[in-house]
């Protein structure tokens, strides 16, 4: 038995969820799921780690990481999910590369389940929808921007690109001389993204309506670079 099947014994609302969970990741070689048991001494609790990787349709890896604890009865977030992506290519070419530059293939993802479903779905309902979502990515990316900007890039590109967020994608930290390497137009695009959230932020937008802006030039942006990629596939 995991840690996560043994607390969710505990908690009667999660124990038909964490039975839906575990038949997916049992019977689909899509979708895997590890967690483990580890005290807090400085919060005298225990927390336990959840690490999910998904294979998702359009060939892309996603890795979700979390820490959780049980409050009340119930699971609460000790640690924000952390996920990350990248193409999901098996080539002779990552394999000689160093630890570091196959890290470098990762992008970060701001991507999370809605506080709205957070207070109404129970936690393993959590993640089997953020599993499903990645899963079919391609169209989870027609409701979000962020991630239609992401499968938009491909793995040449994700070398630069630190990660995405809902403000943009945002570029590693590189010395003058990495800067120099790094692509014309993804320098500009990230350029264009930092002067809009500049703006943004001392216009009269609401923060909803903020997003929605920089969502709509997300998308805009992801269409120029699918186009782009279909007229120039050497670049």
Not at 91 to 109: G, I
Not at 195 to 206: D, G, K, M, N, V
């Amino acid at each position: 038995m995991t840690p996560l099947e043994k607390y969710c014994l505990l908690i009667p609302s999660e124990y038909k969820a964490m039975t839906w969970l575990e038949s997916i990741c049992k019977n689909q070689d899509w979708v895997k799921i590890h967690s483990s048991e580890h005290h807090d001494v400085k919060s005298n609790r225990t927390v336990v780690v959840i690490e999910m990787t998904i294979h998702s349709l359009s060939q892309r890896l996603y890795e979700l990481k979390m820490g959780v604890s049980i409050e009340k009865n119930r699971f609460v977030i000790v640690f924000e999910p952390t996920l990350r992506g990248k193409m999901n290519i098996e080539s002779t070419y990552e394999q000689e590369l160093s630890w570091h530059d196959q890290e470098r293939l990762w992008c970060t993802l701001c991507l999370d389940v809605s506080h709205e479903h957070r207070k109404e779905l129970p936690f393993c309902d959590q993640l089997v929808s953020m599993a499903l979502g990645l899963r079919d990515d391609v169209n989870t990316a027609k409701r979000l921007p962020m991630l239609d900007l992401f499968l938009a890039h491909d793995q040449a590109d994700h070398v630069w690109i630190e990660g995405y967020d809902l403000n943009g994608p945002e570029r590693g930290g590189y010395g003058l001389d990495d800067e120099k390497m790094i692509p014309i137009d993804l320098r500009m695009l990230c350029h264009k993204f930092a002067c809009l959230i500049e703006e943004l932020q001392y216009s009269a937008f609401e923060d909803y309506d903020r997003y929605d802006i920089i969502g709509e030039e997300m998308r805009s942006e992801a269409i120029k670079i699918r186009r782009n990629k279909l007229n120039h596939p050497e670049s």
